[in-house]
Each structure stands twice: as structure tokens, then as C-alpha cells.
Nanobody
Framework: VQLQASGGGLVQAGGYLRLSCAAS????????MGWLRQAPGKEREFVAG???????TSADSVKGRFTISRDNAKNTVYLQMNSLKFEGTAVYYC???????????????WGQGTQVTVSS
């Protein structure tokens, strides 16, 4: 499975971005998908995830602002990020695994990451 993340960029605080993660190879609704992020000098942290059946979960820090969704027909997962905060500056990664997890070590496949920079 290959994952290609896109959609990052520079945005002012309070703005929005939508990240996309296109999957190729052995895909379809057979993996749980997650978005994780890593800020400079910090560990990678879970942001949001969606199971194959459509259940979602997200970190407390982004609840109510970020929404994960997937289009199985397009093999694409999205992360809609609204009301972005300065602390949201990070490289955002999409990942796929057999079981949704907040721990990065449980994911089998990773996209290359896309930079999100939020200016204050």
C-alpha cells in the first residue's frame, strides 16, 4: 500500500485546510486510517482516525475543529482542519493499519507527510 498525502500549506490562525491521503496498491476499506502529526522537537502524536466501518475518533486537542472522512471509491482519506491554531504547525502524516490506534507504532503504512504551518 502506498499513501500520498497532500494539501498542506501556510495558513493564518483561525483558517482552515483540507488534507488528502490517496492510497494505491492493496486498498479499499481493509485498513483503518489515521492522521498523525509531528511538530519540531516533539514526538509524533495522533490526531484523528477512522475505522473500516466508519467509526471515527480524534484527539481532545482537535475535537470539534478537525474532521476525518474517507471516500472508499477514490481510496482517499481526508482531514478537514478548521479553526487552526499556531500549535497545529507540524508535518501531518496519514497512515494505514489493521487496527485503529493512537500509537504510531501500530500503523503499517505511512505517507510521506505534508507540512502545515499556522501563522499567529
Amino acid at each position: 500500500v502506498q499513501l500520498q498525502a497532500s494539501g498542506g500549506g501556510l495558513v493564518q490562525a483561525g483558517g482552515y485546510l483540507r488534507l488528502s491521503c490517496a492510497a494505491s496498491g492493496r486498498t479499499g476499506p481493509i485498513y483503518d486510517m489515521g492522521w498523525l502529526r509531528q511538530a519540531p522537537g516533539k514526538e509524533r502524536e495522533f490526531v484523528a482516525g477512522m475505522t473500516m466501518s466508519g467509526s471515527t475518533t480524534s484527539a481532545d486537542s482537535v475535537k470539534g475543529r478537525f474532521t476525518i472522512s474517507r471516500d472508499n471509491a477514490k481510496n482517499t482519506v481526508y482531514l478537514q482542519m478548521n479553526s487552526l491554531k499556531f500549535e497545529g504547525t507540524a508535518v501531518y502524516y496519514c497512515a494505514a493499519g489493521t487496527k485503529l490506534s493512537t500509537w504510531s507504532g501500530n500503523y503499517d503504512y505511512w505517507g510521506q507527510g505534508t507540512q502545515v504551518t499556522v501563522s499567529s
